[in-house]
């Protein structure tokens, strides 16, 4: 007989291309045996007497298979398959019972194709399946891209998918010896090994060992990953949290299979989620093995976020061993792989990971830093100048730039104006020497509120005697301040009370809504109070996010919003600017949509006018994983541009110019043409300016604008009411800016009240040709309900009487007698201005009503003249004449 060639597996003997490949070992009981369990194929008594010369079994765990194979043994249950190993179950607990082994050999039949046999092997529990494969006859053959004409599969114990499902790990080939053999692993519970020829063929078959390995063994053979959680409804996406991996070694990720054969055509990721500001990411990869030539399809990406179109950091394909180091708070490394290609000497990845704490100053923060301090902040500097010296002098503060990182600790004293000051930045306790008693302090312009965020921190002693007091104003706590906790507590606009945990994730990884605060004035104080000693591992501390916020010039803050500012048009400066806020550290702990908004309200004698003058290139950030612009895009028209998607907007960025009452005047998104800039749109209502981000992340702050805007003074629209019996309302001529995209924007409301009865007419003129949609006039019944409401006299307005276009060009419209209030409203979206003319007068009647009524009230087609109506008022007329002689 033929002797097999030995199975003994030993590492050194790899070749260097596959050197960091590892596997179960499975040991012969010999150096010369037949295969894993015949010693020899004659030799031993025939059990049962049957005959004088049978196979000699391996003494430990095999049992001979009888008449149907005497020069042959089998594992001890397993001996039934001796002559046919095909269509099987291997379970591994009556195995380990029976032979005292959790692992053997599968070895097939040949096969005249078409044909197929299926292996269910079935683990107990803590165990993974694991398949050595080391030879294949005439099992189809790779064509570039998948197998054809016959594989050799691992999957799931249920149905395999057919010819198809490219996704499942398919090996195949002509003839092929595999040393070191090719590995594949399943953690998926029981699998089934499925052996299948779909073309004709004269003899196919295939062998290999298998194994039943713990998972719990994390060395090498029967990796499991450590440290990090499953996501849910994911195939192979994984979190690691930097509360999770605290030592060295304590977060191990791989590929999936690892250390075996990876499954083809997956996307696997890995987010690192950061808690602290201060904590940087290091990725040790000890082994990279991957597809020679294959970087286009197998290849691991990190990528600054959460998400799959954040920045690219780095990206590997062939190397070895390499080690990354990133800040956070998230960064996402992702695995692609592409079809399986022979001759299957790769096993993907294994890395640890580690979470360090480092302040990098080396690298400046993002702050906004005045050219140099304005006027107020002068004189603001003056008359704090002998405060601020006095604190400096009791060694409480050391000053902070905008150079130093942005991180301060206890006793710091941060100026947000001046050559060097810092508009944001990160605080945390833990930045400087402990003291029982800590404090920072935020000292902003005299237009400046401050805005504070807090993200982790750790308050241990019982009834408050451990706190956190963010407190208004400057306070020296060296000084008689310092035990006046009546005063302190007048002042606090926020107290945390020990004992009290927080952390900036929660154990899905996401960020906690934010605990944030805003002044009412330009200074501010953070005051932590601690235990008198402390150890590391039960620390005291705080640490979050500033930022100062110039009223005057941004806007008046919203303290309920994320991102959200007001200008007044009696208080804000007549000119001014906004852009994207993306210099902004209080923003660190923003995992998702960001949405800012500048809300812009003109006086009764004003309107405003915004124009976006620079946009950058925005993207989306669809559900189905599209990355680019071309998910949404803007169409410029006469009633204004619109974003144009498939998807509901918020999972694109855009910006849009929005009325009051939520009518959208303006949207670009996706790739818009710098050509078509300036946006500009004029509105003598309020309007806002919104800027949304589908993704935002601190890594990845979004796209950039720049805006400006003027509150112009004209009292050509707004909320009037007139008294007079007769007048005109006229439109007048503005100034433009004769950009392409120049939109005006009007919704005006007038009321003609009288206090006596009278018959009204409203004549109204055009000389435009323009469609309804761009600009109406309607005419209403006075509702006196609505006149109190916050919308003013627009809420007066009540059922519709008439509808003016321009097209209409004149139009005279009779109001029933005795309705002496009516509401009269425009509405306009247009490239241009819309010009009309309002004209109104009225009959009053002064006789006793009894003796008859002046008009009637018009038919449905009110406002429209015929003869039959202009005989029936001089018919009315006349008796009413006659009526008066008679008297």
Request: proline share 5%; aromatic share 8%; hydrophobic share 35%.
């Amino acid at each position: 007989m033929r002797r097999a060639l030995p199975a003994l597996v030993i590492a050194a003997a790899c070749v260097a291309a596959s050197a960091q490949i590892t596997w179960t070992p499975i040991f012969l009981d010999g150096s010369s045996q037949v295969d894993l369990w015949t010693q020899s194929s004659t030799g031993c008594a025939c059990p049962g007497g049957i005959g004088e010369d049978c196979a000699c079994c391996v003494r430990d765990g095999a049992c001979p298979c009888g008449d149907i194979a005497p020069a042959r043994c089998a594992q001890c249950g397993l001996e039934q398959y001796c002559a046919n190993m095909c269509n099987i179950t291997i379970d591994s607990r009556i195995l380990k019972t029976k032979s005292g082994k959790t692992f053997g050999q599968i070895k097939s039949p040949s096969i005249e194709g078409p044909g197929s046999c299926s292996y269910l092997l079935q683990p107990d529990a803590g165990q993974r399946v694991e398949i050595q494969l080391y030879r294949l006859v005439s099992v189809g053959r790779f064509n570039g891209s998948s197998c054809v004409g016959g594989w050799i599969q691992l999957g799931g114990a249920t149905a395999v998918k057919s010819a198809g499902g490219a996704a499942e790990t398919r090996l195949c080939g002509a003839n092929e010896r595999y040393s070191p053999p090719v590995v594949l692993f399943a953690d998926h519970g029981a699998s089934t090994l499925e052996f299948r020829i779909t073309e004709k063929t004269v003899r196919s078959q295939f062998l290999a060992f298998f194994s039943f390995t713990s998972l719990s063994n994390t060395q090498g053979v029967g990796f499991h990953p450590r440290g990090g959680s499953r996501i849910p409804h994911t195939d192979c996406d994984w979190l690691y949290q930097d509360v999770s991996c605290r030592g060295p070694g304590t977060c191990v990720l791989a590929s999936p299979g690892y250390p075996g054969l990876y499954p083809p055509h997956r996307r696997c990721r890995y987010l690192f989620a950061t808690n602290s500001v201060n904590t940087r990411v290091k990725i040790i990869f000890t082994s990279i093995l991957l597809p020679r030539n294959h970087c286009a399809t197998d290849y691991l990406s990190l990528r600054a976020g959460s998400s799959p179109s954040a920045p690219l950091l780095a990206s590997l394909c062939s190397e070895r061993t390499a080690t990354l180091e990133q800040p956070g708070p998230n960064l996402l490394l992702e695995f692609n792989s592409g079809p399986l290609a022979p001759p299957y000497d790769y096993n993907g990845f294994i890395a640890k990971l580690e979470f360090i704490d480092r302040d990098d100053s080396s690298l400046p923060p993002p702050t906004v830093v005045p050219a140099s301090p304005p006027l107020a902040a002068l004189t603001h500097l003056i008359q704090n100048v002998d405060r601020v010296a006095a604190m400096e002098s009791n060694a409480v503060s050391n000053e902070v730039s905008a150079n130093n990182g942005g991180r301060v600790g206890c006793g710091a004293t941060v100026r947000g104006y001046g050559a060097g000051g810092a508009r944001s930045g990160h605080f945390d306790t833990r930045a400087s020497g402990w003291r029982s008693q800590c404090a920072i302090h935020l000292l902003g312009a005299p237009t400046d509120v401050v805005q504070v965020s807090l993200f982790n921190y750790n308050l241990r002693l019982q009834s408050c005697r451990s706190h956190i007091e963010v407190l208004e104003g400057l306070h020296d706590f060296g000084g008689k301040e310092r035990g006046d906790r009546s005063e302190r507590g007048d002042r606090a606009v926020l107290r945390v009370c020990g004992p009290s945990v927080r952390e900036a994730r929660d154990p899905s990884g996401r960020f906690l809504l934010r605990q944030a605060v805003t002044s009412k004035g330009a200074n501010l104080t953070i005051l932590v109070r601690r235990a008198a000693t402390q150890s590391v591992d039960e620390e005291e501390f705080v640490d979050g996010a500033f930022a100062f916020h110039d009223e005057l010039h941004e806007g008046t803050a919203s303290p309920d919003a994320t991102c959200a500012a007001t200008h007044y048009g009696l208080a804000s400066p007549k000119h001014g600017g906004v852009s994207a806020p993306s210099h902004h550290h209080i923003f660190w702990n923003i995992e998702e949509r960001l949405q800012c908004s500048h809300r812009f309200i003109p006086a009764a004698n004003q309107s405003v006018t915004i124009e976006i003058q620079r946009l950058d290139r925005m993207w989306s950030a669809e559900p189905t994983g599209t990355v680019g612009a071309a998910g949404c895009r803007t169409a410029c028209g006469d009633a204004g541009c619109e974003c144009r998607a498939n998807t509901p907007l918020h999972y694109h960025d855009h910006i849009a110019l929005v009325a009051g009452d939520g009518t959208h005047l303006s949207c670009l998104c996706g790739d818009f043409k710098a050509a078509w800039l300036p946006v500009v749109v004029r509105s003598w209502t309020s309007a806002r300016l919104e800027y949304s981000v589908a993704h935002y992340t601190y890594a990845s702050r979004g796209f950039d604008y720049a805006a400006a805007y003027s509150f112009n003074d004209d009292a050509m629209c707004g909320q009037r009411t007139y008294t007079t019996h007769s007048g005109e309302i006229a439109s007048r001529n503005v100034s433009v800016t004769g950009s392409l995209n120049e939109f005006f924007y009007q919704q005006c409301t007038w009321v003609l009240d009288s206090n006596v009865e009278r018959q009204l007419f409203i004549d109204i003129s055009s000389e435009q040709d323009k469609s309804c949609g761009s600009w109406n006039i309607t005419l209403h019944e006075w509702s006196g309900s609505g006149a109190h409401s916050d919308g003013g006299l627009a809420a007066a307005a009540g059922e519709l009487l008439y509808t003016f276009c321009a097209r209409h060009k004149n139009h005279t419209y009779t109001l029933p007698w005795r309705l002496n209030t009516v509401v009269i409203r425009l509405v306009a979206l247009s490239r241009q201005q819309p010009l009309y003319r309002i004209r109104w007068r009225s009959q009053v009647v002064r006789a006793n009503n009894r003796l008859g009524p002046p008009t009637p009230v018009p038919a449905a087609s009110a406002g429209t003249s015929s003869p039959t109506n202009d005989i029936s008022l001089i018919f009315s007329l006349l008796l009413w004449v006659a009526l008066l002689k008679v008297v």
